[in-house]
């Protein structure tokens, strides 16, 4: 019960840590500058590990190299910290699961952006960070857009998109213990 409890925290400050650190590296993506108050918190919770990586990891072709491989190591010292008892575990083995708990906090992290935008686009369409998270949305909507027109003034794209990567994230859980087991 100890080692759950234990777990679950892990999981959760590793998996806000890396929410942080995947916001900062798709705002220089998208080259999107968010309220003052949003973008001193993101960098103060992330400069610690982005900046000695960066010493190492140079951008290139204007991406953030520094911050995924801070990602990287924070999924790797979650799935570390919650194997460190099951000496069975191989070092490989707990390489493939950072791999798809990157690839999980990324799906995770998309999902909740199409929510958030949806909850601003019913709540309040005006609210400061409202821009924002629709400009970090646009490339995934767009495409999307193009295809599905708006029905009686409703825009149906975040409902599909949403579908679509939950559809990708089953599939990464169910292919997760097929590789394990190679």
Request: proline share 7%; no cysteine.
């Amino acid at each position: 019960m100890l080692h759950g409890i234990f777990t679950f925290v892990i999981d959760i400050v590793t998996g806000f840590f890396a929410g942080f650190l995947l916001l900062r590296f798709w705002m220089q993506v998208q080259r999107v500058r968010p309220p003052a108050g949003l973008a001193q918190a993101i960098f103060q919770i992330t400069d610690w590990l982005v900046h000695p990586i960066r010493r190492v990891v140079p951008g290139f072709r204007g991406y953030d190299w520094a911050t995924m491989v801070g990602v990287f190591l924070t999924a790797l010292l979650s799935m570390v910290l919650d194997f460190w008892l099951l000496s069975e575990v191989s070092f490989s083995t707990i390489l493939l699961l950072a791999v798809f708990r990157v690839l999980q906090w990324v799906l995770y992290g998309l999902m909740a952006l199409l929510v958030l935008e949806a909850i601003f686009s019913w709540v309040n369409p005006h609210a400061p960070l409202a821009p924002f998270i629709r400009a970090l949305n646009e490339p995934l909507l767009s495409p999307f857009r193009k295809v599905l027109p708006s029905l009686g003034g409703l825009d149906f794209s975040p409902l599909l998109v949403l579908i679509l990567l939950q559809i990708l994230s089953r599939v990464l859980n169910e292919l997760m213990p097929r590789l394990l087991m190679l």
